[in-house]
């Protein structure tokens, strides 16, 4: 009984000694948090974070409405700087990006919170969470680009939640990615002031922005938010060079009017170009929406063909299974260039960013 008792008291030494040196560093390193970017000090300890449209006036102890930067004493802080609640190896095709290296990998991460409220909200266990309710890693950035350089991928992806609300990680992260020759893209709501976007645009190579809605009434009935600063920036992001593409998430009843969607359809083709891939996404019942139907299939058809009668030459569907429009087709000559199933690549026309067949220009980032 007594070497049984021995063993197990060094068995639990052991452990002890491991996790002490391997786990309670990483806890620790992180203990104080770090400054926010982009805020304003107000006095009488009160800031204004200036990273959003909400420009959030917070009280000294208190947190802005997305719930990961907090006021203390005066200074505002991230409580989410390398703290990631997801880390996934994914085809770049899930972002979905369908114009930027097909084929390839991109290393995926998020943190808790959002700026908005999305009824519909796909992640909502993490986006509508606070930092303190989820559980994390600690992923300083240079291990992280560390990491995703081993794990094979050309990419790191911010997405999942709203990467715009962990933009000191992004940011930080960005940068060295940028210096060991990953490329970055990000997939967000697009809810972010100018000033903070254009910086970070310096380091972006790609981003699929959700155009949730195309009107100010279904953006703070279901969201929330505002219209107009979303499309500020896209704009801006069109002119810092970065690759876009864009979702659009059709709620049966709520922003699947056909002459709404033209005018969407309208607004893309003439201030971010024809060539912009646009992707119409099915609904399924989520989050606040549970009792809502999915989108009917002919929804989704029709919505593809008025952006096509719009004169959009990229035009996909998405979330559903062996649909046609998950294929890319050449705008001159018609036929396939980049054939998918699901989030995978069949069979690739392309020829140095070119249709093989006719030599229409393609584009995208395929290199």
């Not at 190896?89 to 369908?98: M, S, Y």
């Amino acid at each position: 009984m007594r070497s049984f008792l021995r063993f197990f008291l060094g068995l639990s030494l052991l452990f002890i000694l491991i996790f002490s040196c391997f786990y309670l560093p990483n806890i620790f390193a992180n203990s104080s948090p770090k400054e926010a970017l982009f805020y304003q000090k107000l006095g009488e300890g009160k800031v204004q974070c200036q990273l959003c449209p909400r420009r959030c006036v917070i009280p000294d102890k208190g947190r802005g409405f997305c719930g990961v930067r907090e006021n203390r004493g005066g200074i505002l802080y991230t409580l989410v700087f390398a703290k990631p609640v997801a880390i996934h190896v994914d085809p770049i095709e899930k972002k979905p990006l369908f114009h930027f290296l097909p084929s390839s990998s991109a290393f995926s991460i998020a943190t808790a919170g959002c700026n908005l409220r999305c009824k519909f909200c796909q992640n909502w266990e993490i986006s509508q969470a606070k930092p303190e309710e989820v559980g994390y890693e600690c992923l300083e950035p240079k291990d992280l680009v560390k990491r995703a350089k081993e794990s094979g991928s050309k990419t790191i992806a911010f997405t999942y939640s709203e990467p715009t609300i962990f933009y000191e990680y992004m940011l930080e992260t960005a940068k060295l990615a940028k210096a060991e020759g990953l490329k970055n893209v990000m997939h967000s709501n697009g809810y972010i002031n100018e000033a903070p976007l254009r910086e970070l645009a310096k380091y972006l190579d790609a981003a699929n922005i959700d155009l949730k809605g195309f009107s100010d009434e279904f953006y703070l009935k279901l969201s929330e938010g505002s219209l107009a600063p979303v499309l500020k920036s896209l704009k801006v992001l069109k002119e810092e060079g970065v690759h876009i593409e864009i979702t659009n998430l059709i709620l049966p009843g709520f922003n699947d009017d056909p002459d709404l969607i033209r005018k969407m359809c309208l607004w893309i083709r003439d201030n971010l170009g024809s060539d912009t891939p646009l992707h119409f996404s099915r609904f399924f019942p989520m989050y606040k929406l549970v009792s809502l139907n999915p989108t009917p299939v002919e929804v989704l058809e029709n919505a593809r063909n008025i952006a096509l009668e719009c004169g959009l030459k990229y035009v996909y569907i998405g979330n559903v299974a062996g649909n046609r429009a998950e294929n890319t087709y050449c705008p001159k000559c018609g036929k396939i260039v980049i054939e998918r199933k699901g989030y995978f690549v069949v069979l690739d026309n392309l020829k140095d960013g070119q249709c093989k067949f006719c030599g229409e220009k393609i584009e995208g980032i395929w290199n």
